[in-house]
């Protein structure tokens, strides 16, 4: 019960279902979405005479049993399509997304013509109308045209649509345009060469527009034209494209045309070049006008670029160099054979340059740089030198090198004139002679050098004292200075010494000086005085003395010599003091008795004081005597 509370909901999709097929099977309705198209098949026809489709058609234009062209729009909501008699399939829109290209091909319509390959455009709206397009003579199979970026309501029970990308070109490149229909190319006769491209089209808006190509006569296979840098909507399945870098003509080269296509031109040198066809520009053969540096779109398949360079060009003949250009890669060290018979090895530069006028004159002569090197300067400077070799021995032509490579330079001018080529020097690199010979010169060179190595260490060991000696002499330089500054300092003050000494004893011989006459007149004057006191002395002891000798004598006569001697001996004790018992004990000579020898003790005595002072005095008057 449950159940039928909600089957009430059911009858309103169930009503629709039973309407919709009761109108579809009773009155034949059709109603077509808006975001569909109706395709339409019509199953069978009863009577008249368009009851089937003649022989070779697939599609009805005139209601016959089959494919129907025509189809229901979107919103079309139409009667008398009965279920069993026609089918009405509901198919989306032919969608072409941004980027690309839908490709058609037709399953109906004319057999194309003997020797196409694509049917040519026909009005039908971007085959959205496929009776426009049968009536108005389309042609089955692969179209030539083709539908852009879109939404387009095409019926494919009659076409087919293929999705293909559009062709980019990008900088730097060129496109390559091979066409796959159209005429033939010309082919060669009596009067007239074969073509290997068509020839150029105009109007055709870079081959995007196919039909318009071959409406005015293009020709199939390689194309002349080609395509720069962009995007192009391009029928792959009339043009073929291959992309190439631009041909680039640097800084100091020129570029020569050598055209494969074009019509046959005139040379235009005049008689006196018979080497090459040099034809203006546009016609089949070398062009003179070059090309200056840049780049350009050329098609490498129907025209040839040679690069010639038009700076100085240096080709170098030896084994292990070679300039970037590489026109030298194939040449090699010249080896030559010397008046002696000695072969030796030669390394030769050759500088040549090619002005732009002449560049089209040597490729029309040699076809390409690399043929100039390989037909002319190869042999000519090689067999140049080989001859120069055999009127010399290896060491002159070692020891006239420089004479050899002028005279070169003026030869190999002369020759290259001829051939539109300028010589700008001629440059002799290393010359290796053979081992042998080169083995008896090096060691005579090594002798040589030795002597010299050795002279030249002698010197550098004299050299060697020198600075040792110097190198000593600046060590001990300081020590020197001190030392002559000491002595000067010594010298200095030994002088100052000296002088010192000098200016004492001049002062002490001064001061002596002083003191010699001082005390010579001191002494004079005291010798004076003491000759006058010792004279008076003397006098005055002389008087003395005689008196006492007579006052002795006249005492000893009157008292006797013993009693004399001891009354005098009793006095000194007296007066004197002087001991009884003395220091010294004199004896007397000869016998006697005790008393007599105490009185000749004190005479000897007395006698010996009055001698020492004569003696005295005596010698005072010398002095005196001696300093007068």
């Not at 105009?202 to 081959?207: A, K, V």
């Not at 080989?386 to 004479?403: G, K, P, Y």
């Not at 016998?591 to 005479?603: K, Q, T």
Request: with cysteine.
């Amino acid at each position: 019960m449950e159940y039928l509370n909600y089957a009430w909901l059911l009858l309103p999709l169930l009503a629709i279902i039973f309407y919709k097929f009761t109108l579809r099977v009773f009155f034949g309705m059709v109603s077509i979405p808006e975001n569909r198209i109706g395709l339409v098949t019509k199953k069978f026809v009863l009577w008249g005479k368009n009851r089937s489709l003649p022989d070779g058609k697939i599609i009805a234009l005139n209601g016959e049993a089959g494919l129907q062209a025509d189809t229901l729009a979107p919103g079309y909501l139409g009667w008398g399509y009965w279920i069993w008699q026609y089918r009405v399939d509901l198919v989306p829109f032919i969608e072409i997304p941004k980027g690309k290209i839908g490709l058609v091909s037709a399953k109906d319509g004319r057999t194309l013509e003997t020797g196409f390959i694509l049917a040519r455009h026909v009005d039908c709206d971007n085959y959205q109308n496929a009776r426009m397009f049968l009536t108005n003579g389309g042609q089955r199979g692969k179209q030539v045209g083709y539908i852009n970026n879109g939404l387009y309501r095409i019926n494919t029970l009659l076409f087919d649509v293929l999705l293909t990308e559009i062709t980019t070109i990008e900088d730097g490149t060129v496109g390559i345009i091979t066409t796959l229909d159209g005429k033939p190319l010309v082919q060669a006769t009596d009067s007239k060469s074969a073509s290997i491209a068509g020839s150029n089209i105009e109007g055709h808006n870079n081959f995007q527009d196919f039909d318009k190509f071959l409406e005015n006569g293009g020709q199939r296979g390689l194309q002349c034209q080609v395509i720069q840098a962009g995007s192009y909507s391009l029928n792959p399945w009339a043009v073929q494209i291959e992309k190439k870098p631009m041909t680039e003509i640097s800084i100091g080269t020129t570029g020569v045309v050598i055209s494969y296509v074009g019509e046959d031109g005139v040379d235009v040198t005049g008689d006196g070049f018979k080497h090459g066809n040099i034809v203006n520009k546009g016609q089949k053969g070398v062009w003179l006008q070059t090309l200056d540096p840049g780049k350009y779109p050329i098609n490498p398949y129907t025209h040839k670029i040679e690069i010639v360079p038009t700076t100085n060009l240096v080709l170098n003949w030896a084994n292990a160099r070679s300039e970037s250009h590489n026109l030298d890669k194939n040449l090699s060290t010249i080896t030559v054979r010397s008046k002696d018979g000695f072969p030796f090895n030669l390394d030769v530069s050759q500088i040549i340059h090619i002005p732009s006028t002449e560049a089209p004159k040597v490729i029309a002569r040699f076809g390409s740089m690399l043929n100039l090197v390989s037909q002319v300067l190869e042999p000519t400077i090689g067999n140049y030198f080989r001859n120069s070799a055999q009127d010399s021995d290896v060491i002159a032509f070692l020891s006239t090198r420089q004479e050899r490579q002028n005279a070169a330079k003026v030869e190999i001018s002369k020759v290259l004139d001829e051939y539109n080529v300028h010589a700008v020097d001629t440059l002799i690199g290393d010359i290796v002679p053979p081992e042998s010979l080169m083995k008896t010169l090096t060691d005579r060179k090594i002798a040589q050098e030795e002597e010299i190595t050795f002279q030249t260490q002698c010197k550098a060991q004299d050299m060697r004292k020198t600075l040792e000696s110097a190198k000593s002499l600046a060590d001990m330089q300081g020590q020197m200075v001190a030392a002559q500054q000491q002595v000067e300092i010594s010298q200095r003050q030994a002088e100052s010494t000296v002088k010192q000494a000098e200016g004492a004893a001049r002062s002490v011989e001064i001061a002596a000086e002083a003191n010699a006459k001082s005390t010579k007149i001191n002494a004079e004057a005291d010798a004076f005085k003491t000759t006058q006191i010792g004279i008076s002395e003397a006098s005055k002891i002389e008087v003395i003395g005689k008196a006492t000798a007579e006052s002795y004598k006249l005492t000893v006569d009157a008292m006797g010599e013993e009693n004399f001697s001891k009354l005098k001996v009793i006095e000194e004790i007296g007066r004197n003091n002087v001991r009884i018992i003395p220091e010294i004990m004199i004896n007397g000579g000869g016998e006697g008795n005790g008393s007599n020898n105490s009185i000749n003790a004190l005479l000897g005595m007395k006698i010996l004081e009055m001698n020492e002072q004569r003696k005295e005095a005596k010698e005072v008057t010398t002095k005196v005597e001696t300093k007068k």
